[in-house]
């Protein structure tokens, strides 16, 4: 029952810096998303994924970039990392996109820019 | 954008009171769910509500969507330590996205 997957769960990063926070879920879902959530906060939606090779923009989406070559993944990059990044970063999908169909998430990958 | 607030933005209560969150929007909700965050773990879904009215109950938790469908409300009977977390409601907004609260950060004392 892996479900949603992230990796990493830490990471610090020095200003400038790039990474890719990896996405992977086993649930055959075409819908993903990537949130974060800064301290005390709810959701921000960053960039989201209908199916494989569609992604599109949400609330926040400067300063990163998504793919979608496949179904099972849904990575996110950070180019230029800045401390306004510094965030909780949560990777979520689901199986229809419908008004009532739950998100399932993955347990998140902390990230510190310093 | 629809906004959804949520209050109140902190609850701190003694094991076994009761207590209710809300969740409010400028626009009429399309569907509404509820999610509840623990320490360092993602979102885990409550319950869905559809229609105006509806109410659910899931053990000691009661949820109710407004009649216009525009705010909803959690109750807790007696609350445990184990419901200590961040209560959040979504929206879908008619689209693929889910669109998150503000969220209420609950805890209970032992």
């Known amino acids: 029952n892996a479900g949603v997957t992230q990796t990493p769960k830490f990471r610090i990063l020095k200003i400038g810096q790039s990474m890719t926070l990896q996405c992977a879920q086993d649930?055959?879902?075409?819908?993903m998303y990537w949130y974060r959530q800064d301290p005390g906060m709810g959701l921000k939606l960053i960039y989201y994924?209908?199916?494989?090779?569609?992604?599109d923009k949400g609330e926040v989406p400067n300063g990163y970039n998504v793919s979608r070559s496949t179904t099972e993944d849904f990575p996110l990059r950070l180019e230029l990392a800045a401390p306004s990044q510094t965030s909780v970063y949560f990777c979520?999908?689901?199986?229809?996109?419908?008004?009532?169909?739950?998100?399932?998430f993955g347990q998140g990958t902390r990230l510190t820019v310093v | 954008t629809q906004l959804l607030e949520q209050s109140p933005q902190f609850l701190s209560i003694q094991e076994g009171e009761n207590l209710t969150v809300y969740c409010n929007s400028s626009?009429?909700?399309?569907?509404l769910q509820w999610y509840r965050q623990e320490p360092g773990e993602g979102p885990v879904l409550l319950v869905t509500?559809?229609?105006?009215?509806e109410v659910k109950k899931l053990k000691r938790l009661t949820f109710q969507f407004g009649d216009a469908r525009k705010d909803s409300s959690l109750h807790i009977t007696a609350a445990q330590p184990g419901d200590t977390g961040l209560y959040l409601c979504?929206?879908?907004?008619?689209?693929?996205?889910?669109?998150f609260g503000t969220g209420t950060r609950l805890k209970v004392l032992a």
């Open positions: 626009s009429v909700f399309s569907s």
């Open positions: 509500v559809v229609t105006g009215g």
């Open positions: 994924s209908v199916g494989a090779g569609i992604t």
């Open positions: 979520a999908s689901n199986d229809r996109g419908a008004l009532d169909s739950e998100a399932f």
């Open positions: 649930m055959n879902h075409n819908y």
């Open positions: 979504a929206e879908t907004s008619g689209t693929y996205k889910y669109i």
